[in-house]
């Protein structure tokens, strides 16, 4: 069947049958249309179902707006349309064979119009193209009623399958276990300690859930991060590794953890090539290939390119893709969010939830906020073993449960936690 008439057995079968006008409206677009009375009669029933008609009726159509009617084709083509639908059991079948045609189009069409983002710039036509794919794509898998009972059964089922878990007991006794699809916060100051925790709820949830894991770092690059995390893995202070200064047992405990770490199949690490969502989104798509990816961790929010005018609006659209990234691949992600200077200002300086909220709607679209916060770091004391400090981690926002705070134990000079 082609497409023409796909179009005529779509139109003619809301005519038939105005209830069908929702699913119509939400499944399809009037640039799906490729005659252009088709698309108008698609704007007519949008009018239509905004004025609540509940029956396709010509001449009530006609009274809206007559010029629209007539540039649907009038009377003789609407009445054309009714006259040829028999039957309205292909509707659904209609529309999804609509859609694949509009997908082919409109993937042919994108060679030409990203053309002139290339011009602009290679970084700015690949986010063009990684964008409108998207968009495109999206398009082919239609949404579905859910059925809640079924859901609900299957959730409780699976709970335990699903859980995140970064094998810190006392953090997870409060804040409970993150589920895929969800969106967690690290906010502190800088230095702190956000990438050294990142990196140990990495290395715990690689080991643990054998399931794969993607850090982005676009800060630090993936040397640094893989020689961080090898130094935790091994006790042996990062600065010692720096300078060389390590005997033949700690060469050779280092080289063993660096060989296997450096094998695992579960662990991905980029750095700050990949600065856009876009970009973020092709590189898990290509990890998922490799395996289920379970868990992302972005090392920090905020060296993200987003889209607006101000920082807040940028933000703003980083925070909110991310949630999206999370829903869309089914995985956990973790990004770390750098604080306001204002939290220096104050005499007690442990954050808050209002040192993210002039960050754009990073609190809204969270499901979690948990704030680091190291007093040793403000009161320098002398005595305070570093190898031995506390660390206070605050469950701020907890969309599913409990708040509160939870103390680790947190060695400096090789990034462990304990707790």
Do not use: W
């Not at 050779?252 to 970009?279: F, G, H, M, Q, W």
């Not at 808050?352 to 320098?380: C, M, P, T, W």
């Amino acid at each position: 069947m082609n497409k023409s008439i796909i179009e005529r057995e779509i139109l003619g079968s809301v005519m038939l049958n105005f209830t069908l006008v929702d699913k119509f409206l939400a499944y399809l677009k009037a640039s799906d249309f490729s005659d252009t009375r088709h698309k108008n009669i698609y704007k007519l029933f949008y009018m239509l179902a905004q004025a609540n008609h509940q029956t396709f009726n010509a001449a009530e159509a006609y009274t809206i707006n007559p010029k629209l009617f007539h540039a649907c084709g009038g009377f003789e083509y609407i009445a054309e349309l009714v006259g040829d639908c028999v039957t309205t059991t292909r509707f659904s079948s209609n529309c999804d064979a609509l859609i694949k045609y509009s997908t082919i189009e409109s993937l042919k069409n994108l060679s030409a119009t990203s053309e002139k983002f290339f011009a602009e710039g290679f970084n700015k036509g690949i986010s063009f193209v990684e964008t409108s794919f998207e968009n495109i794509m999206s398009r082919v898998h239609k949404t579905e009623t859910v059925d809640l009972y079924q859901a609900f059964k299957d959730s409780l089922d699976s709970s335990s399958k699903e859980n995140v878990d970064f094998k810190f007991s006392s953090l997870h006794n409060v804040m409970g276990y993150p589920r895929p699809g969800e969106l967690i916060i690290i906010g502190a100051r800088p230095g702190m300690g956000k990438t050294a925790f990142a990196l140990a709820c990495l290395f715990n949830y690689i080991c643990c859930e054998k399931k794969k894991a993607v850090m982005f770092s676009l800060e630090m690059s993936g040397t640094e991060l893989f020689q961080r995390m090898i130094s935790s893995i091994s006790a042996i202070p990062l600065q010692d590794i720096r300078a060389g200064k390590l005997t033949d047992a700690m060469k050779k405990c280092l080289d063993d953890n660096a060989r296997e770490l450096a094998s695992s199949k579960y662990l991905s690490l980029y750095d700050k090539t990949v600065s856009t969502i876009p970009a973020l989104r092709a590189a898990i798509r290509k990890e998922q290939k490799k395996g289920d990816v379970g868990l992302v961790i972005v090392d920090y929010l905020q060296l993200l390119k987003g889209n607006g005018t101000n920082s807040y609006e940028k933000v703003t659209d980083i925070s909110r893709e991310l949630k999206l990234l999370a829903r869309e691949f089914n995985c956990c992600v973790v990004a770390l969010s750098q604080l306001s200077r204002k939290v220096e200002d104050r005499s007690d300086k442990r954050p808050q939830l209002a040192d993210l909220r002039e960050s754009g709607s990073i609190e809204q679209d969270a499901d979690y906020v948990l704030f680091l916060y190291r007093h040793n770091y403000y009161v320098k004391d002398p005595n305070v073993d570093p190898t031995n400090e506390a660390l206070n981690v605050e469950v701020a926002k907890n969309r599913h449960g409990k708040t509160g705070t939870v103390q680790l134990t947190f060695d400096l000079t090789t990034g462990r936690f304990i707790g």
